[in-house]
């Protein structure tokens, strides 16, 4: 467990209940700066084919690379998702988007494919002196086994 400040090791517990009450293994991280949104695909004019957008790929890196510091090998299995993004600013997100990319980053580090994540929280909040994601990874109990 990475602990951070009180009220984040809370929420983290409070999100890991959420989504996985009774996770046998658990992973609690916190990515420190400002939580990124994925972009929506963009189209090549020529072959009408989808590319990804340079920033998504370089922001996942980056989010990839903290999340393997927590995680040795992929995890196989139903997985729980559970993200809090804290935003430097008022500035219009989609949830969605933020937790797709958190989950897009994790393919092939934390899980092995982000259609292993059978549970799902996010939440927005406004923090503009630390803006932050706190992540929290669980087992997950499912009849849909992955």
């Not at 982000?114 to 109990?141: C, F, M, N, W």
């Amino acid at each position: 467990i990475l602990l951070g400040t009180t009220d984040d090791d809370e929420r983290m517990v409070r999100m890991l209940t959420a989504v996985a009450p009774l996770a046998p293994e658990i992973v609690f991280l916190t990515i420190a700066g400002q939580p990124y949104s994925k972009s929506r695909p963009r189209f090549s004019k020529k072959t009408g084919h989808a590319y990804p957008v340079p920033e998504d790929v370089e922001a996942e890196t980056h989010t990839g690379w903290e999340i393997k510091r927590y995680f040795p090998e992929p995890w196989a299995g139903n997985i729980a998702l559970g993200c809090a993004f804290f935003r430097s600013s008022r500035l219009r997100v989609d949830v969605d988007n933020l937790l797709k990319h958190v989950a897009d980053a994790g393919n092939g580090v934390a899980w092995q494919d982000d259609s292993q994540i059978t549970a799902k929280y996010g939440i927005i909040e406004l923090d503009r002196e630390h803006p932050r994601t706190l992540l929290v990874v669980a087992r997950h109990y499912s009849t849909l086994k992955r």
